[in-house]
């Protein structure tokens, strides 16, 4: 199974002309941009076509970079029509009617203009009447855009005081602009598109960790899980992102809060020149040289000592002093639970590979599997995970393992809240049909799934099979026990192994019916599965966010 010219698809839309728009802004940041009309009616941008490997690399740079939206995925180039840029008049593309499903928010790749295009030119009267019309939210983003540019130091309650006034003026200055502490409805607009482009580029996600007992908003656009080795939970930079971070969190008092201080110092990671703070009930260690920089907080709280580590390459350093305050601010214990020190010996080895990642545990093997219920149970190929001491959902989640025959059922010992469950197909596909396949092609390299797209050959198998379909479609050995969906969504199979000795170019399921008959049976799985209830088209970003929200990767550890 393998894939030697791919493409990566970065955006669709819907409208031929805001397509062109786009695929000229990714030009200007990116090589090898092309516009393709889709077999969907819409107008997809892509970078390729290119090998797989070169592909798998470029996707992760791009996207831990903030280039490129989070949802970008790699497709086998089979939905790609003709191509509209560069070079083809709107004329010789037709322009379909645009569906009613509006694609997600568009990532801005190029600077926001002085001037928002339509946003009037205003007096200060008139900006303080647009002012007065906007909504705490409004008022609150405000707030929150100066104090990430440096600009206010006060509280976000989306109250315009002497304080937001000053910093206001203060930032109308700094832009070359007449500081008169009011902000007119395109500056408004100018400040807070600028906020949320650079707040994107770090993809900013409130973090809860129960097993550490601990909250906070980390960027997870440049952090991977990278495992439990208490008392710390550990964060590794995502594809070279030059961050990593740790959760603190054990049993104690001021006691250990003064060893953990002085456990901190002696790592590598944590340079010893720096300000340092130890407290009754809490201390602050900051360490720089030319190289890194660190910050560890920690503070007792009921019973308990929580903190968290972060360290970065001192080329982010300006951007994470914006980072910091909203880290910090963030940061809360909760409930009484903490992680057991004594779980893992913490001999000097591991103080200092802690951050680094030197004894950095890694899983035997990896595959795909799908969530098939909003608790998030997920089902995957019984052969994935029979020889294995414990198996993960996304490096996270431990589950408890049930066989059903060729199936496996996986069980999350601690609750999950899918994004995306199947709902499985009830009628039998169509041959020709289009199918899309996703699954974690290249297992632990990358932190999303990739979507290939294929062809329903025969709704059986080679021999007449009933509970098998034929696919014409590339697939890899990690896309094993994914999901394959129609086009309107609903799940159609499971991808399961080709039997040897056949070409490559061919792929086989087990149909929705054969699953639904095993996964249903109260006796075995005991699961209540979703039927697919719609039949009309699904549009490319409807598609793949239930494909992808649906996946998951299957880690087996020893």
Known sequence: MAQDQVWLQIEAQPNLAKAQERAAAYAGVLPEVKGYALDSGWYGIAVGPMSSDRAVDLLASLTAAGTIPADSYITDGASLGPVFYPGADAAQVAEPVAPAVEPVAEPVVEPVAAAEPGLPDETVAEAKASEAALGDKDRQDLQMALKWFGFYDGKVDGRIGAGSRKSMAAWQEAQGLEPTGVLTTAQRSRLTEGYRSEEGLFGFELVSEPEAGIELTLPMAMLDFDGYAPPF????????????????????????????????QTLDTMPPNGERALGEEDFTI??????????????????????FVLTWDVALSAQMERVLPLVQSSFRST????????????????????????SAKKPKSSATGFFVDPKGAVVTLASAVQACGTVTLDHRT?????????????TPKTPVAPRAYAAFATGAPQAGAPVTLAGYSWGERLSA????????EEAAGLNGEKGLARLGITAREGDLGGPVLDASGAVIGMLIPVPEGLPEGLGFVATSGALTSALSDP??????????TATAKASPDALTAAARGMTVLVSCWE
Request: charged share 20%; glycine share 16%; hydrophobic share 45%.
């Open 523 to 532: 006796a075995g799985a005991g699961l209540t599965l979703s039927a697919a």
């Open 335 to 358: 409930g009484e639970k903490a992680m057991d020190p004594g779980l893992v010996p913490l001999d000097e080895a591991v103080k200092r590979g802690l951050i680094a990642g030197i």
């Open 449 to 456: 799934p990739v979507l290939t797209r294929g062809t329903l």
């Open 233 to 264: 939970v550990r964060y590794k930079g995502k594809d070279g992102a030059g961050l990593s971070a740790m959760l603190i969190s054990e049993p104690g008092t001021s006691a250990a809060l003064s060893g953990l201080y002085e456990v901190l």
């Open 286 to 307: 900051r360490g720089a040289n030319d190289k890194i920089a660190s910050l560890a907080y920690a503070t007792v709280a009921g019973g308990n000592v929580k903190g």
């Open 398 to 410: 431990e589950v408890d393992v049930k066989l059903l025959g060729d199936l496996a059922v996986l």
